[in-house]
């Protein structure tokens, strides 16, 4: 699919436009936090919940860490769990699509079976599941989300294989002489980018969701790294004397969900007038 109309659709989406902007913001906020980050984000050398001000713009924990250290430092952890998991259950959920859709048979049903399993769990729960399994830190936590993930990918790839293969040019391409590699990963693939982009989106939004839940459970990266969901679950013991400890932190991650909500959407409606 060619998005030939692309920049115009997406500039005339004031939503996407914002969400754009805060999504770079926040990307180079997590890039550049050792640097911009004003105090060590584990110093406890300052006063116990001391409310914002010009020395503490958002001000500290009840250790007495700086908070708006802490939301920078976590930043990284929120944009590189977004990231990773998604990219591997983009490489392994696309995969699986791409071969049940194109070849169908026992292939199509081993694979659409263990699909409609995994579906019939929701995902943070598969994903709760994995963590305890594999036990908490940063890299089971996107294991466990990329695996849960899997299946959102791989429906929506095989939906769009088995409408593209069909088409005039693959069934032309085959009788040139093309590989069924070259026909999946090069003629149907993207073809189908449309929705898995906008898939990407959705399961990027979640992902920061799912690693923030699961680090406010306790059941995420280790304790003395800091995450939006742990400091907001460090401060239900005071939050009735301490708003800012949950508020800021639950700011950041509704600010940075919106904002990719926001461009998922321009997305998708820039599919939707290809189409047309």
Known sequence: MKFNNYTEVFRSDKKAIIGSAVLIIFILMAALAPLIAPYDPNSMDYDFLSPPSWKHPLGTDDLGRDLLSRIIQGSQVSMFVGVTTVAIALAIGVSLGLLSGFYGGWIDFIIMRYIDLQWAFPNFLIAVYLVA?????????????????????????????????????????????????????????????????????????????????????????????????????????????????????????????????????????????QET
């Open 133 to 273: 399994v594999f036990g908490s830190g940063l890299s089971n936590v996107i294991v466990a989300l990329s695996l849960a993930f899997v299946d959102d990918f791989a429906r929506v790839v095989r939906g769009m294989v088995l409408s593209i293969k069909e088409q005039e040019y693959i069934a032309a391409a085959r009788a040139v002489g093309c590989t069924d590699t070259r026909l999946m990963w090069v003629r149907i693939l993207p073809n189908a980018s449309a929705p898995i982009i906008v898939q990407v989106t959705v399961c990027m939004s979640y992902a920061i969701l799912g690693e923030a839940t699961l680090s406010f459970l306790g059941l995420g990266v280790e304790v003395d790294t800091p995450t939006w969901g742990l400091i907001i679950s460090e401060s239900r013991n005071f939050i009735s004397r301490a708003w800012w400890v949950g508020v800021f932190p639950g700011l950041a991650i509704m600010l940075v969900v919106l904002s990719v909500n926001f461009v998922g959407d321009a997305i998708r409606d820039t599919s939707d007038v």
